[in-house]
């Protein structure tokens, strides 16, 4: 996940200059000036959800008197990373200068990815001012959003138990509601910034690309965007949970903390709840990569915010019709494979769980990149498990909303790292330009044509004209690579058919572990709510 991004630690950091002000209708913001570009960081948008307003919905916060130092950004939400804090509900805004309020300037919101699990806004690699200052560059002038939101069991513990904390009886999606009140938020001020709050597009990658998808399938979100972007997730099956898998969930926490009910859990610390958390067995990201919990902390289908698995919400057309792009890195699973040398064996035990030999024909015949120490098992699983929860559902996502709406799809066939494998997260510095220092010239420009088709998307509801649009007959899609490598290039719309009809089968068929979570089955449930 975002971590796999560390590396960019290396990156070239502007050095702030002046501090400019501005006035919101909240109150009045002093930030710095970095490049030519904006920041005001740390903009408190929903009180501190703590103590009584933990697991409730988020309650905006207060406007402000005087001036409010906006130069450094907030605490990140409780995780397993050092420095978490309740007190967490901030958000970072990025914006030329020599702007007004009737500039009416594109907005990108990005909601970060890390598995639902740690993460934020303010995290390095989601730096706006390089993004910004190229646009700026380039006479394409936009403001850039980012948030935090609550996460792991503060953000997604659901349950029957929890539901009389909101007033709509809600329960388990109290992260996604945190990026909903921060939508609101734009939507009321982003005016002062420069931007036109009709041109909000929603973007993310991996968990933050399967928020964008759950405000796509939840109408209370509808109107406070009108462009998406889902990078490497995004209508997959590990984007929610059921009911069911909440409780299980909630009651392990229960166990690890000690309580019996709500009002001990609410008694405790952060800190007390954040150990509990990490004391739940298999309570963490991507234990298990074939078969569920992929994802074991998601947004809950309560039947209130959320009514059904993400795909079959597609299926039945109930989703936000606007622009959206959807798409993933060549190889999105690599991360989750530790080990390089993969046997015969191990490939054998993970494979089983596809109910037949033929994963391993389909797979062990792919042709990869010649790379020493990777076992042909290894390159076998890590495509089998990017197919499984990456490639096929976006790509089958992608046809059936075609039909409804304008959808373009990508895949990014390039790794800035130096290494034929196109891991998870590898698109984020492209779009962001926060690029390693030794980025070659051609990275570069790679990096200039993504940031250009994603200003595109958000200003005008599409990409450059280059990028051909879906249809639900026809599917083809835009791969991202550098220039000595070919170049952009649209792919041919029979792209890896074969591989996604038997992943397809399995995932809408009972061999899928008879689709159950810890023995749960997915079935249709009767939710009280």
Known sequence: M??????????????????????????????????????????????????????????????????????????????????????CLYLNVYSPKNVSETSGLPCLVWIHGGGFEFGSGGDIYYNGTNLVSFLLSQEKPAVLVTMNYRLNVFGFLGSEMLRDRDPDRSTGNYGIQDQRMALRWVQENIRAFGGDPAKVMIFGQSAGACSVSS??????SFGLYSRAIMESGGFVDWSARPMSISEIWFQRLLTQSKCNDVKCLTDLSAQEVLAAFLAIPDGRCCRQLIGYPFLPWAPTIDGVELTGLPRDLVEDGKVNKIPMVMGN???????????????????????????????????????????????????????????????????????????????????????????????????????FMNLPLHASLEEKQLAQQMAMSWYHMAAFGHPEDMWPKQTSQVAPMLTFQVASQGGNQVKDANYRDEQCSFMLQWL??????????????????????
């Open 2 to 87: 975002a971590m796999a991004l560390l590396f960019l630690l290396g990156l070239a950091v502007a050095v702030a200059e002046v501090t400019p002000e501005v006035t919101t209708p909240v109150g009045r913001l002093r930030g710095v000036e970095e490049a030519g570009v904006r920041a005001f960081r740390g903009i408190p948008y929903a009180e501190a959800p703590v103590k009584e307003l933990r697991w409730r919905p988020p309650v905006p916060f207060k406007a402000w008197e005087g001036i409010r130092e906006a130069s450094q950004y907030g605490k990140p939400c409780m995780q397993i990373l050092p420095g978490g804090s309740e007190d």
């Open 329 to 431: 890195t060549l190889d999105d699973a690599a991360a989750f494979f530790s080990n390089p040398n993969l046997s015969t064996a191990e490939l054998d035990s993970l494979f089983v769980k596809y109910g037949s030999k033929s994963a391993e024909k389909l797979y062990l015949s792919e042709s990869h990149a010649s790379l020493q120490n990777y076992s042909n098992e290894w390159w076998a699983a890590e495509r089998a498990v990017t197919d499984q929860n990456f490639f096929c559902p976006i790509h089958s996502a992608s046809r059936k909303l075609a039909s409804s709406t304008d959808v373009f799809q990508y895949l990014l066939e390039h790794s800035i790292r130096g290494t034929p494998i196109v891991q998870h997260s590898d698109d984020i510095p492209l779009v």
């Open 508 to 529: 809408n068929t009972t061999t899928h572990g008879d689709r159950t979570f810890f023995g749960v089955h997915l079935v249709p449930e009767m939710i009280s709510i």
């Open 215 to 220: 405000h796509l399938l939840m109408p209370k």
